[in-house]
């Protein structure tokens, strides 16, 4: 089985601009969760979705913006790009939401690299 | 503010020695506890985890210690190995989101 995929795996964007993230999560799986990863550092929650809704939203400025579509997978876009976003951006998919018992075990996947010049 | 603490920033161990990785939290709303293996260019993934009704969990040579009193968790690595040399995060959950650690990067030398 396929674990969790995202693309792309890198990428370099220049200040001001915008970007899109794309996740699909392991099949059958209904919750995704973005992490930001500075070098050096633990991942920082950004979004969790569950069943196409926003369930938890973690302290990043309204540039930040994620849906889930019908089939589960999700998008992670970035407008305005500044150098600090410069970052991994993980994507985790669980059963269910975080904070319950199928939902507290998340499987990563292995990242998008990303690049802001 | 970093909700979850973890310490040291970095650690070598011999091969077969004990890695010891800690971390302390603050919120007592935390209430699972989950530990993360990260190689160079990988996404992190789930060693071991715990709840706080449970004072030790153990998987092969990976033990969890928690102490609820003290709200400090511990990871110990047992027989230490080489292919062990990784980063590893402590994390932490109240509801809705994972709180990570700022991670230890364990080297194991031969």
Known sequence: DAGVTQSPTHLIKTRGQHVTLRCSPI????????????????PQFIFQYYEKEER?????????????FP????????????LGDSALYLCASSLGPTGTYSGNTIYFGEGSWLTVV | QQQVKQSPQSLIVQKG??????????????????WYQQFPGKGPA????????VSEKK?????????????????HIMDSQPGDSATYFCAAIPGNQFYFGTGTSLTVIP
């Open chain 1, 27 to 42: 099949s059958g799986h209904k919750s995704v969760s973005w992490y930001q990863q500075v070098l050096g550092q633990g």
């Open chain 1, 56 to 68: 938890g939203r973690g302290n990043f400025p309204d540039r930040f913006s994620a849906r889930q």
């Open chain 1, 71 to 82: 089939n589960y997978s999700s998008e992670l876009n970035v407008n305005a790009l500044l």
């Open chain 2, 17 to 34: 020695g004990i890695s010891i990785i800690n971390c302390a939290y603050e919120n007592t709303a935390f209430d699972y506890f989950p």
């Open chain 2, 46 to 53: 789930l060693l071991i985890a715990i709840r706080p009704d």
């Open chain 2, 59 to 75: 998987e092969g040579r990976f033990t969890i210690s928690f102490n609820k009193s003290a709200k400090q968790f511990s990871l």
